[in-house]
């Protein structure tokens, strides 16, 4: 036998003192043995030493064996002990309502001793397979959430680092991208949307800019003024990028492509590419386009400087319902502590050009 099997720790309930004794001789030298004579002292023996097997009699005083049954059976903490009923000879519907009960097995008197070393054996090998199979589901199950999380978080990466790819030539920081995911799922939040459209606008909304890649650097880097045709061109950074995004059925993407179309699309119908307004735009480009705005103002760029929060909020208190869907605007200036958290916690960082060649060796 097993040392893990020899180990275990079996409740003997009886209310008999000679088919106790019997039962002792019979299993002492090998188990761990607890007794209890009524059902009263079964069930509380049971929970707190938490037996690894019961043999328990038909036959008890006050309590009968089979209300002990059920009554461990509906006790979470006691319901995975298994059952097994000690029953005179031709008891035979008593075998069939202990096994409804939910017991495992039975054990006639007279006990004939191999027979019931064999049953025991046989059933704590069972149990011990069970427990240890429990065991690996759990350690399964978190390695499979870890694995989720790691994917997850993988995903996000690449749709950033691609997304960055794209601005890279004229905004090549990546932070505004960070900023923006927070910012649109905070506003997301503000307006009560459900987790899933919080977290599908969180991980879409980098790629707003993603068609950037198809504009010419004459266009993108301009430095001045751009003429008619030149913006027409800067104009289709939009539909390049929901062509980039289209043809795949997955939640994220077609949303990072209804973004990308719809993200300077304004209220009023003036924006572009489709002129669409009001509630035809969807709700995930008027968030973007809002927090877009909303980053672009409070950095620094090449041509102006970063605007203070509070200008930047008057800004977008001005445009409320001219660019943008005034109850979103309402929600947005609710959070302004949030959003200038958002802005001073994700700022770019200095690059670190020293440890950058060193990586490079
Ligand atoms: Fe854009
Ligand atoms: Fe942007």
């Not at 790629?207 to 289709?236: F, R």
């Amino acid at each position: 036998m097993s040392e893990t099997l020899r180990s275990s720790k079996i409740l003997i309930v009886d209310a008999s003192k000679a088919n106790i004794d019997i039962l002792v001789s019979a299993l002492g030298k090998e188990y761990k043995l607890s007794v209890a004579m009524d059902g009263g002292a079964a069930l509380a023996q049971a929970k707190q030493n938490a037996p690894d097997l019961i043999l328990l009699d038909v036959m008890l005083p006050v309590m009968d064996g089979f209300e002990v049954c059920e009554k461990l059976k509906a006790d979470p903490t006691t319901s995975a002990i298994p059952v097994i009923f000690l029953t005179a000879l031709g008891e035979s519907d008593s075998v069939i309502h202990g096994f409804h009960l939910g017991a495992v097995d039975y054990i006639a008197k007279p006990f004939r001793i191999p027979e019931l070393n064999a049953r025991i054996h046989t059933h704590l090998s069972l149990r011990n397979a069970m427990i240890e199979l429990a065991d690996q589901n759990r350690l399964l199950e978190i390695r499979v959430k870890e694995r989720t999380e790691e994917l997850r978080e993988t995903r996000l990466e690449v749709i950033y680092r691609l997304s960055r790819a794209a601005e890279y030539r004229d905004n090549d920081t990546g932070m505004h991208l960070k900023r923006l995911s927070h910012l649109c799922r905070t506003l997301a939040a503000a307006c009560g949307s459900d987790e899933e459209t919080r977290e599908i606008i969180f991980n879409a909304s980098p790629m707003h800019d993603i068609g950037k890649i198809g504009i010419p650097d004459a266009v993108l880097l301009k430095p001045g003024k751009l003429n008619e045709e030149e913006w027409k061109i800067m104009q289709t950074h939009t539909t390049i990028g929901a062509e980039i995004l289209s043809g795949h059925d997955s939640l994220l993407i077609r949303m990072g492509g209804m973004i990308a179309l719809t993200h300077h699309e304004k209220w009023d119908g003036s924006g572009y590419p489709q002129g669409l307004s009001e509630y035809r735009i969807p709700f995930v480009g008027r968030v973007v386009a809002i927090c877009d705005v909303f980053d672009a103002l409070t950095s620094k760029r090449p041509y102006k400087e970063a605007w203070k929060p509070a200008l930047a909020f008057e800004e977008i208190w001005s445009e409320s319902g001219a660019a943008f869907d005034p109850k979103l605007v309402d929600c947005f200036l609710k959070c302004r502590t949030d959003m200038i958290t958002i802005i001073k916690n994700f700022q770019d960082p200095p690059v670190q050009w020293e440890q950058l060649a060193a990586t490079l060796h």
